[in-house]
């Protein structure tokens, strides 16, 4: 039986890091921030009642599954980027793939520090509020 999981586990492993072109800093970096945001956006929902997505501001399933979906779909593109990276004999795709959604997260988790009541320089306020605007 140990066996046998141990066969499935590295299978599987083995697949995804095939599909994902492999874990690097890139990945790694993204996996993380995608973490940190849907628990400091389910924090915000679920402690301070202040969310964004909902007109009461606590804590819902249909958005925080929604959420995962998104990300999800993430995961999806960057698998994609992988196979574009291969197509075309490049190494930068996926990067850049990854590089774009990590930032798009960083700025979703400071707007959920902002929503939690934790302070954040005046200058960084407002450029998030200039990036929310586009």
């Given at each position: 039986?140990?066996?046998?999981?141990?066969?499935?586990?590295g299978?599987?492993?083995?697949?995804?890091?095939?599909?994902?072109?492999g874990?690097?800093?890139?990945l790694?970096?993204?996996?993380?921030c995608?973490?940190?945001?849907?628990?400091?956006g389910?924090?915000?929902?679920?402690?301070?009642h202040?969310?964004?997505?909902?007109a009461?501001?606590?804590?819902?399933?249909?958005?925080?599954?929604?959420?995962?979906?998104k990300?999800?779909?993430?995961?999806?593109?960057?698998?994609?980027?992988?196979?574009?990276?291969?197509?075309?004999?490049?190494?930068?795709i996926?990067?850049?793939?990854c590089?774009?959604?990590c930032?798009?997260?960083?700025?979703?988790?400071?707007?959920?520090?902002?929503?939690?009541?934790?302070?954040?320089?005046?200058?960084?306020?407002?450029?998030?509020?200039?990036?929310?605007k586009?």
């Amino acid at each position: 039986m140990k066996q046998w999981l141990c066969t499935a586990v590295g299978v599987i492993g083995g697949a995804a890091a095939w599909a994902f072109g492999g874990w690097d800093a890139a990945l790694a970096a993204l996996t993380i921030c995608m973490s940190v945001d849907y628990i400091s956006g389910s924090i915000v929902a679920l402690v301070f009642h202040n969310s964004s997505k909902t007109a009461s501001g606590a804590y819902n399933s249909a958005y925080g599954l929604k959420g995962l979906s998104k990300k999800c779909l993430m995961l999806l593109f960057v698998m994609v980027a992988v196979q574009m990276d291969k197509l075309t004999g490049s190494a930068y795709i996926r990067d850049a793939v990854c590089i774009g959604f990590c930032s798009n997260e960083v700025l979703s988790i400071i707007e959920n520090l902002g929503l939690a009541g934790i302070p954040m320089p005046q200058a960084m306020a407002r450029a998030l509020e200039q990036l929310q605007k586009k």
